[in-house]
């Protein structure tokens, strides 16, 4: 295997949910970013890792509903990415934008795990770099990009 990918959804729920209070690692079920136009719906969030073959789950964890990616994948990166590659030997770890935090890229390097992600447009050198170049000079070199994936 090549490498996993890690990406989160929410969902949402129905009904009413009743807690004491003392499940101190429970999920809660809040109001939140609702991908499917729903914001008064109560929400989750499910994270998962799939490897990139056949596209198996190799890791699943349900979150409270209000838990932003880059937080989520943080913790995740931190506390599971070491036994995921002892398991999996997997050379990348693909995910979207949110992985690229500071911290969470620290982390994937002092475990010397190679990375896939994207660099959100909100960070200033990306934004420069973009607005420099006409995005119809943009191709992509398929060839180049397989040789560097073996």
Known sequence: ?????????????????????SEINAIKLVRGYSRDHR?????????LITENQAGIP??????SGNVND????????????KSLKAA????????DAALYVA??????EQQKQLFITRVPQKITQAKQLIAEHDP???RTDQRRLQRQMV
């Open 103 to 108: 911290e969470t890229i620290q982390s994937l």
């Open 136 to 138: 119809a000079t943009f």
């Open 58 to 63: 190799v890791y699943m964890q349900a979150a």
């Open 70 to 81: 880059a937080e989520g994948f943080k913790k995740i990166v931190k506390s599971h990415i």
């Open 1 to 21: 295997m090549r490498g996993v990918n890690l990406d989160s959804t929410s969902l949402h729920v129905d009904g009413q949910y009743h807690t004491d209070g």
């Open 88 to 95: 999996q030997k997997s050379r990348y770890f693909i995910a």
């Open 39 to 47: 914001p008064e719906l109560n929400q989750v969030v499910l994270n």
